[in-house]
């Protein structure tokens, strides 16, 4: 993932990244990554991680959002592995673009949960469409619409717990 160096004397070198990470206790992290697009989100989101900390699945919980700080979920997607993270959950509403966005910079899998609103379109048709519509090679898991706790027990099969 991380790009190494090869200085003369055919040494490799860590980047800096891959030496920030080093002392990480992954074992004892999370094992799901659970994101929204937006704080008004987490009320909904909350139900996933109630659902994984009643199976006792070590997870954590974050707001980002895909158009607002595209570079804030490049770069969790794109470490996501390193951390020790094994499935990433993503909610997002409208246009839910959150789902597909991480799984565009990371290979593990991600699951979609198309979020409502007071501005959804036909029930929150228009989130479970934009995540289901992903092109081909980057998939995203999709549950029903408004049903975090169904991506939780959906996480938790492919962890096998």
Known sequence: MSETAEPQGGAVTQTEVESEFEELDVESGPEVGIVMGSKSDMPMMEKAGKELEERGIRHEIRVMSAHRE?????????????????????????????????????????IGVPLTSSTSVGGGLDALLAIVQMPPGVPVACVGVDNPRNAAVLAARILGA
């Open 70 to 110: 595209p570079d804030i979920v490049a770069d969790y997607a794109k470490n996501a592995h390193m951390r020790g993270l094994r499935v990433i959950i993503a909610g997002a509403g409208l246009a839910a673009a959150l789902p597909g966005v991480v799984a565009a910079h990371t290979d593990l899998p991600v």
